[in-house]
Structure formats: C-alpha cells, structure tokens
C-alpha cells in the first residue's frame, strides 16, 4: 500500500469517527432537551466539518495510564 493511500485511508478512518462522536453528542443533547429520536435514523452531515468542530469533537491529546 503507498504512503498516499495509507493517509487517504487514515483521512477517512478519522473523519467518520468525528463524524461519529458528533452524531453521539446531538443525539444525547436531543435526549436530555426530551426530544424524541429515532435510532435508526442517520441524516447524512453535509459538507466539510467546520474546524473548530473538529477540535470539539476530535479525540483528547490525554492520555491514560
């Protein structure tokens, strides 16, 4: 695998988890407002991911021992 294909599919690995934990957060705002949601339901999140977004969402520079 080349080195551009192996970022390539590092970009996308990366991008769906934020993508991810995004759909996490609203989900579990909607349902501490009493909002209503269907769990099978996923609304496709159009565009690029605003930058400040992702450092919101992206995983912490923490580290566990």
């Known amino acids: 695998m ?7 599919s590092l970009f996308i690995k990366h991008h769906k988890l934020v993508v ?3 759909r996490s957060m609203l ?3 909607a ?3 009493g909002v209503d949601v269907d769990p099978k ?3 496709h999140i159009q ?4 930058s400040d977004f992702r450092t919101i969402y ?3 520079h ?3 021992s």
């Open 2 to 8: 080349s080195v551009q294909t192996q970022a390539r």
């Open 20 to 22: 991810n934990r995004e």
């Open 27 to 29: 989900a579990r705002t």
């Open 31 to 33: 349902a501490e407002i």
């Open 41 to 43: 339901f996923h609304n």
């Open 47 to 50: 565009g690029k991911i605003a």
């Open 58 to 60: 992206d995983r912490s």
């Open 62 to 64: 923490a580290a566990m």
